[in-house]
C-alpha cells in the first residue's frame, strides 16, 4: 500500500505557528481534497480539532498518543492512504511513509510545528510529479518516492 505523507511547508519547513492552528494560509486545500477523495486519510487529534468541517465524506482515521503505526495501517485494506498532519502524527508514521506531496509556500514562520515533530533519520527522496497549485503565485506540490537507504544522521 502506498503511505502518502501529504502536507503544505513552509520554506523554512514548518507547517503550522502553533499546535492548534487552523491553517488558513494553505493554498492547497482544494488538491488535499481532490487527491484524497475515496481514501483513508490519518490525522492526529490537534489537526483533526483544526480541520474536521473541512472533511466530510472522507474516512478520517485519528491518532492517539498510544496508537501504533504499524498497527493502524494493518487495518487498511485500499491500495492507497494519506498521513495529513500534524507534526507528531506525521513522526509517527515516518517509518512506515512511502511517499512525501509537499507544496512549499512563500512563507517563514521561523518557529513552530515542524513537518516531522522530533526526526533525526535522513531520507532520500526521488521526484515523480509536480502539480500546480497556484501558477501566479508559483506554487507547486512536489510528490516524491521516497528511498530508504540513508543512515542516520550523526548526533
Ligand atoms: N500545513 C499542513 O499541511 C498541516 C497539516 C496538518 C496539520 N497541520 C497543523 O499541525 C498542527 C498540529 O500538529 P501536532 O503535531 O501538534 O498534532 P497532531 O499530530 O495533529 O496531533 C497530536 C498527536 O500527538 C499526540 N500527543 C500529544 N501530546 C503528546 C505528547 N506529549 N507525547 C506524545 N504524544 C502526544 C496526540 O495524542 P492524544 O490525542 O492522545 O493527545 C496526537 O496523536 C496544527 O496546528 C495543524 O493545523 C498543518
Same mark, same amino acid.
Given at each position: 500500500? =502506498? ?8 520554506? =523554512? ?8 492552528? /487552523?491553517?488558513?494560509?494553505?493554498? =492547497? ?25 473541512? #472533511? !466530510?465524506?472522507? %474516512? ?9 503505526? %504499524? ?7 485500499? !491500495? %492507497? ?10 513522526? !509517527?508514521?515516518?517509518?512506515? #511513509? ?16 515542524? #513537518? ?17 497549485? =497556484?501558477?501566479?503565485?508559483? /506554487? ?10 540513508? %543512515? !542516520?544522521?550523526?548526533?
Amino acid at each position: 500500500m =502506498d503511505v502518502i505523507l501529504i502536507a503544505a511547508v513552509t520554506q =523554512d519547513g514548518f507547517i503550522a505557528r502553533q499546535e492548534n492552528e /487552523i491553517t488558513s494560509w494553505t493554498k =492547497d486545500l482544494w488538491l488535499f481534497k481532490k487527491q484524497t477523495m475515496g481514501f483513508p486519510v490519518i490525522m492526529g487529534s490537534n489537526t483533526w480539532s483544526c480541520i474536521k468541517t473541512e #472533511l !466530510k465524506n472522507r %474516512k478520517v482515521i485519528v491518532i492517539h498518543r498510544n496508537d501504533v503505526a %504499524k498497527q493502524v495501517l494493518s487495518k487498511i485494506s485500499s !491500495k %492507497k492512504c494519506f498521513v495529513a498532519g500534524g507534526g507528531r502524527t506525521n513522526a !509517527k508514521f515516518f517509518n512506515e #511513509l512511502t511517499h512525501l506531496y509537499l507544496t512549499p509556500h512563500p512563507l517563514l514562520f521561523g518557529s513552530g510545528v515542524r #513537518l516531522f515533530h522530533n526526526a533525526k533519520e535522513e531520507l532520500k527522496l526521488s521526484q515523480e510529479k509536480i502539480v500546480p497549485v =497556484d501558477e501566479k503565485a508559483a /506554487i507547486y506540490q512536489y510528490q516524491y518516492k521516497i528511498i530508504r537507504t540513508a %543512515k !542516520k544522521c550523526p548526533q
